[in-house]
């Protein structure tokens, strides 16, 4: 299930569920998303991207989906490993005359096996 | 291919000290980043260089932060006097585009925790 803890919204699954992670944006003029994963003491690592002119991006195991009109990202893991537990952020890139990246809050993904 | 380089890992020490980060990018990326991720919340944008000129600093605390990239390489992050507040991980990263299209990922290193007691 869902819940949220003392900063950041943890999801439990099960090993072998599949797992949606999402995020709500706040720039309408957002153009270029990116969801990222971050694992204890590390830093971020690069999950998927997506542009604005698309709804949809699958990479192996994981799928991005877009809508617009609700500003909300989502990010679906298929068949989720204890390797895929930690803190997955989603980022928009606000296009203000030049490019920077805002992250999300972030998301705590729990796997038991 | 060698990541984002940062030191010192790990730092602590007491308010009103200073401390100072570096970091070295991934070789030929011109754009570096250097992120303050506070626990339980998502990295924010420091300071963000084109080469070795500013593009943003808008969340930069100017009054105890600087930041430098002399030749457009690597880049040192120091905070003077520091508070209690600074307590975060500094994540450096880099990435190979130029320009106002972002046209591909951010390179991460692991960062580096202060502690101000």
């Known amino acids: 299930g869902e819940s949220v803890g003392l900063h950041l919204p943890t999801l439990s699954v099960q090993e072998g569920d599949n797992s949606i992670i999402n995020c709500a944006y706040s720039?309408?003029?957002?153009?270029?998303f990116i969801w990222y994963k971050q694992e204890s003491g590390k830093g971020p690592q690069f999950i998927i991207d997506i542009r604005s002119n698309m709804d949809k991006r699958q990479g192996q195991r994981v799928t991005v989906l877009l809508n617009k009109t609700v500003k909300h990202l989502s990010l679906q893991i298929a068949a989720t490993q204890p390797g895929d537990s930690a803190v997955y952020f989603c980022?928009?890139?606000?296009?203000?005359?030049?490019?920077?990246?805002?992250f999300g809050k972030g998301t705590m993904l729990l796997v038991s096996p | 291919e060698a990541g984002v380089a940062q030191s010192p890992r790990y730092k602590i020490i007491e308010k009103r000290q200073s401390v100072a980060f570096w970091c070295n990018p991934i070789s030929g990326h011109a754009t570096l980043y250097w992120y303050q991720q506070i626990l339980g919340q998502g990295p924010k944008l420091l300071i963000q260089f084109q080469n070795n000129g500013v593009v943003d600093d808008s969340q930069l605390p100017k009054d105890r932060f600087s930041a430098e990239r002399l030749k457009g390489v690597d880049s040192t992050l120091k905070i003077q006097p520091a508070k209690l507040e600074d307590s975060a991980v500094y994540l450096c990263?880099?990435?190979?585009?130029?320009?106002?299209?972002?046209?591909?990922?951010?390179?991460f290193g692991e960062g580096s925790r202060l502690t101000v007691l």
């Open positions: 980022a928009e890139n606000r296009n203000s005359g030049y490019s920077t990246l805002t």
């Open positions: 990263a880099s990435s190979s585009y130029v320009g106002t299209q972002v046209t591909g990922e951010l390179f």
């Open positions: 720039n309408s003029a957002s153009d270029y």
